[in-house]
């Protein structure tokens, strides 16, 4: 399974970007769609989530600012960041929980390759 992230780029605060990750592979079902993100000197942290019935759910930081939304037929979810402010500049990864077979309860994670947000005037 590969996760395709894209979307990153350099903004001035207040400004919005919307990231996109797209799921290929071997995959029967994907049970739930984050974005993390890693400032530098940072622990990568969870940003939101989207499982497959349809909740959301945001860190504090980004609650009001961020709306997180999944297409689940096409793998694929996204994050529309607004009002963003510098300390929102990190990389940004996409992370999955993926069911690969029908016959199997098993579920693997899966990371995208992370896209770089900036966020400076």
């Known amino acids: 399974v590969q996760l395709q992230a894209s979307g990153g780029g350099l903004v001035q605060p207040g400004g919005s970007l919307r990231l996109s990750c797209a799921a290929s592979?071997?995959?029967?079902?994907?049970?739930?769609m984050n974005w993390y993100r890693q400032a530098p000197e940072n622990q990568r942290e969870l940003v939101a989530g989207f499982t497959s019935g349809g909740s959301a759910n945001y860190a504090d930081s980004v609650k009001g600012r961020f709306t997180i939304s999944g297409d689940y037929a096409k793998n694929t979810v996204y994050l529309q960041m607004n009002s963003l402010k510098p300390e929102d500049t990190a990389v940004y990864y996409c992370?999955?929980?993926?069911?690969?077979?029908?016959?199997?309860?098993?579920?693997?994670?899966?990371w995208g390759q992370g896209t770089l947000v900036t966020v400076s005037s």
């Open positions: 592979g071997r995959i029967f079902s994907i049970n739930a």
């Open positions: 992370h999955a929980r993926v069911r690969s077979y029908s016959w199997s309860l098993l579920e693997y994670n899966y």
